[in-house]
């Protein structure tokens, strides 16, 4: 299987080879940083040039110089100064090193070229390729000849390994991670046991209450979550996936399948999953933190196939529920391409349409762009246009994130997001404890009018602070903005939690939701809850 990943590698390095690379600026830190280590004896000097600077065309002929440079560099001698630049520039070059190639000889990475027309690899590269592969590694599909293999590589290439991937520990707690996977089934799973208190009366007059549906209710015990996974590989093409759910909103508490689907593999990087799959694609540009976003995030019941480049991934599907009760039937088909512009830069195209057996098709379009500003903060920004068979709203959203630092004492998660009149959600988005705006997936939900009906603008700012590896807190405030002249929707959220091992947490949460439904509701939730991963 490593085999394998080389050689895919090296394939997809010698077409992108060919492609045009952004120029890189005289005044780039990466003309610094090799200066620096010219200076020091570590990398050897330009070959050609007045002034004796170093003139790369573009990107692409820095990476190929630097790689070069790599064969005579000495990792055991270097100081952490010397590293450290080494490291940085090995970070902003890793795309460029990549797509120059790493050509192993096609019996044993490791084994000498003699006799052959392979090249044999510098260290760098072959810690390189080791770093990149642990990350790309499907566990169910090693074998254990090539978990040793690779248990071997960590310990050989422990130096080198420190400069490509400073998180050596890391790297070898996946492959303890990867070895739990390797052969027969896998079992996984999650509990989550919620006790909760709220006051009881704050239902709808369309009989939806903010936390119970149940008028006279002010507290419950439930399971919110209770999952059961299972994981075959069936061969190194093919893998079967299935989860088991309890459902809370039933009064027997039945099991029922969620998921169960074939994931295979075909040539060329394309992939397939068939079956009853779940698709997030929200989440894979990072634009909501909660339970759910406001479309994806969803199980569906058909073909998706996925196509990997070396810059992105495109995937499509067609799908149609199951027959059952409270399933709107009909065809739903998206698409998606997702692109990085740069090891900072990536944007998403997507497209999901509707076809229900009754009524109008529905259709959802937007772009997503990210930027990461610096290794703390990050600004994202969507566009959405939705066709609700009846209008054509649009809205917009821009998201400002920062990560908690040892000089910060949070993170940091700002959003704003304003529709047109008309706007659906199909998730209950910016409601993960009690429902206050509404939603609708054709399924079902809280309140069939358009939450865009009633309101306009909605500001999200969640806090995390992390105070030691057990004990960590959040804060979440949500504000709807009423379109007209109503009482804007407000939920406020803070919350203790405690991890006492690394597979269960307590945590202690206090939720308050005011003018729910634009009909004056408010309540209060005190939940305890208990979570456990397996």
């Given at each position: 299987?490593?085999?394998?990943?080389?050689?895919?590698?090296?394939?997809?390095?010698?077409?992108?080879?060919?492609?045009?690379?952004?120029?890189?600026?005289?005044?780039?830190?990466?003309?610094?940083?090799?200066?620096?280590?010219?200076?020091?004896?570590?990398?050897?000097?330009?070959?050609?040039?007045?002034?004796?600077?170093?003139?790369?065309?573009?990107?692409?002929?820095?990476?190929?110089?630097?790689?070069?440079?790599?064969?005579?560099?000495?990792?055991?001698?270097?100081?952490?100064?010397?590293?450290?630049?080494?490291?940085?520039?090995?970070?902003?070059?890793?795309?460029?090193?990549?797509?120059?190639?790493?050509?192993?000889?096609?019996?044993?990475?490791?084994?000498?070229?003699?006799?052959?027309?392979?090249?044999?690899?510098?260290?760098?590269?072959?810690?390189?390729?080791?770093?990149?592969?642990?990350?790309?590694?499907?566990?169910?599909?090693?074998?254990?000849?090539?978990?040793?293999?690779?248990?071997?590589?960590?310990?050989?290439?422990?130096?080198?390994?420190?400069?490509?991937?400073?998180?050596?520990?890391?790297?070898?707690e996946r492959v303890a991670t990867i070895e739990e996977g390797v052969g027969g089934w896998h079992l996984s799973g999650t509990l989550r046991f919620d006790a909760n208190y709220y006051r009881a009366g704050a239902v709808g007059s369309e009989g939806y209450g903010i936390y119970t549906d149940d008028p006279g209710q002010d507290s419950d015990t439930r399971f919110s979550r209770m999952w059961l996974n299972i994981l075959k590989r069936v061969d190194d093409k093919v893998s079967f996936f299935s989860r088991l759910e309890m459902d809370s909103d039933s009064e027997e508490n039945g099991l029922f399948v969620d998921q169960a689907y074939i994931l295979a593999d075909f040539p060329g990087n394309w992939g397939s999953y068939i079956g009853r799959w779940y698709f997030d694609w929200e989440a894979d540009d990072s634009l909501y933190l909660g339970e759910e976003p406001i479309f994806t995030h969803r199980v569906m019941n058909g073909f998706l196939v996925r196509h990997d480049l070396p810059m992105g991934h495109f995937e499509a599907y067609a799908s149609r529920p199951e027959k059952e009760t409270g399933a709107e039937q009909g065809y739903e088909f998206g698409a998606r391409y997702k692109m990085h512009l740069s090891e900072r830069l990536r944007f998403s195209l997507n497209a999901i349409e509707r076809q229900p057996d009754e009524g109008f098709d529905k259709q959802i379009l937007w772009t997503a762009a990210g930027l990461d500003l610096n290794p703390f903060w990050t600004v994202r920004g969507a566009i959405y246009r939705q066709d609700t068979g009846t209008d054509t709203p649009y809205a917009f959203q821009a998201i400002l994130q920062g990560k908690q630092t040892e000089r910060a004492l949070t993170s940091f998660w700002l959003e704003f997001m304003s529709f047109d009149q008309g706007f659906e959600f199909w998730n209950s988005a910016y409601q993960d404890y009690g429902t206050f705006m509404g939603w609708n997936d054709g399924e079902g939900g809280h309140s069939t009018t358009p939450v865009g009906d009633v309101y306009d603008n909605i500001l999200f700012i969640r806090l995390d602070q992390q105070w030691d590896e057990k004990i960590s807190s959040f804060q979440r405030y949500v504000l709807a903005l009423h379109r007209y002249d109503g009482e804007n929707a407000l939920n406020f959220t803070v919350g203790l939690k405690y991890r006492y091992t690394p597979n269960i947490a307590f945590i202690l949460v206090y939720d308050k939701v005011e003018e729910a439904f634009d009909e004056g509701l408010d309540d209060h939730l005190i939940q305890l809850r208990t979570e456990v991963w397996f």
């Open positions: 299987m490593i085999l394998t990943l080389v050689v895919i590698l090296c394939s997809a390095a010698q077409a992108a080879w060919g492609s045009p690379f952004s120029t890189v600026s005289r005044d780039h830190w990466a003309y610094k940083d090799i200066e620096y280590l010219r200076s020091k004896g570590i990398i050897p000097g330009p070959e050609e040039g007045p002034e004796d600077h170093w003139h790369f065309a573009d990107r692409g002929e820095a990476a190929a110089a630097l790689a070069r440079t790599l064969e005579v560099f000495d990792a055991s001698t270097a100081t952490e100064e010397e590293k450290s630049n080494l490291k940085r520039i090995l970070a902003f070059f890793a795309r460029d090193l990549e797509a120059a190639g790493v050509i192993f000889p096609k019996d044993d990475p490791l084994a000498a070229s003699a006799g052959t027309e392979d090249i044999q690899p510098s260290r760098f590269e072959t810690a390189g390729l080791l770093a990149r592969t642990l990350e790309t590694v499907d566990r169910e599909k090693i074998d254990k000849a090539d978990l040793e293999r690779v248990d071997r590589l960590v310990d050989e290439y422990r130096e080198e390994l420190n400069l490509w991937a400073p998180d050596v520990e890391g790297l070898e």
